[in-house]
């Protein structure tokens, strides 16, 4: 055994899992290979590969996400900016990350802020202004990290574009099952309803994500426009953000993310594979 193997029982299963995905594709066998040198890998596998690829899918490949710690979130690279500033915009941003996931929007404040992070008013101020500019750069941050993230998963070469789409719907759902996800979109959609810079880059942000989308729903279905591949987009990232407030973190339904994330993971994808303008049309002209 090589000294990254899990232990039994967690080998005994991960063996079970190398035979039964031998005839799988690439993306299947990069999951169970991950398992081998990573001890941490919960595969929500087993049977339900007997049902197809369709159904597979590991929490362990969302595991990748960077997340020392649920409120913390390594800012992207600034240019211009000089080290001991960096520092001391990171500082800010995960404790200003920290009130809006732990006291909520109505605690979001400069001087709030400031606290949290043992800092003077004058210090944040001096990198934030206005704390319009903290979501700015928190959302920024926030797309850039999902951005190393698909290019570590679902960009891998040797996936088609199925396979892609599918891991993107897990990767989401995942992430919504998270505190962090959970509180912090909530909290901003909250901040959106009564402030429009915050509301254009929530919608900016999120215009992002359908752009990720629609690249593998126009290779899945070239029979689209590219509008109805924007609609399609805009569907897929609908459907699963509509679930935060059931199946979120401490939600009422948490407890069935793992089934809600294998349906979606299905219906999305089949459903960008066979959805045709004629049907797009058709529901467009009855609204």
Known sequence: ????????????????????????????????????????????????????????????????????????????????????????????????????????????????????????????????????????????????????????????????????????VVMCLDDIAGKRTTRLFTELWALANHNGFVADRVRLFYQRVHDFIAVYVAELNPALSAQDVRDVALFISASMEGATPFLGYEKPWAGRMSAFTAIAAHSLVMLAKTITPAQITGLANRA
């Open 1 to 168: 055994m090589s000294a990254g193997e899990p232990t039994s029982p967690a080998r005994q299963s991960l063996r079970t899992l190398r035979g039964t995905v031998s005839a799988r594709p690439l993306w299947v066998k990069r999951l169970v290979g991950q398992g081998a040198k990573d001890g941490r890998a919960l595969f929500l596998c087993g049977s339900a590969l007997a049902l197809g690829p369709t159904w597979c899918y590991a929490r362990s490949a969302m595991a990748a996400r960077p997340e020392p710690l649920e409120t913390d979130l390594p800012s992207a690279p600034r240019p211009g900016t000089y080290a001991r500033g960096a520092e001391t915009v990171d500082t800010i941003i995960k404790a200003a990350l920290r009130v809006l996931i732990d006291e909520g929007a109505g605690a979001f404040t400069i001087r709030r802020i400031a606290a949290e992070c043992g800092m003077k008013v004058g210090n944040v101020s001096y990198h934030f202004p206005k704390k319009e500019l903290l979501i700015q750069t928190l959302l920024d941050d926030i797309i850039a990290n999902y951005d190393k993230l698909l290019e570590r998963t679902v960009r891998q070469p040797g996936l088609d574009a199925e396979e892609r789409l599918r891991l993107i």
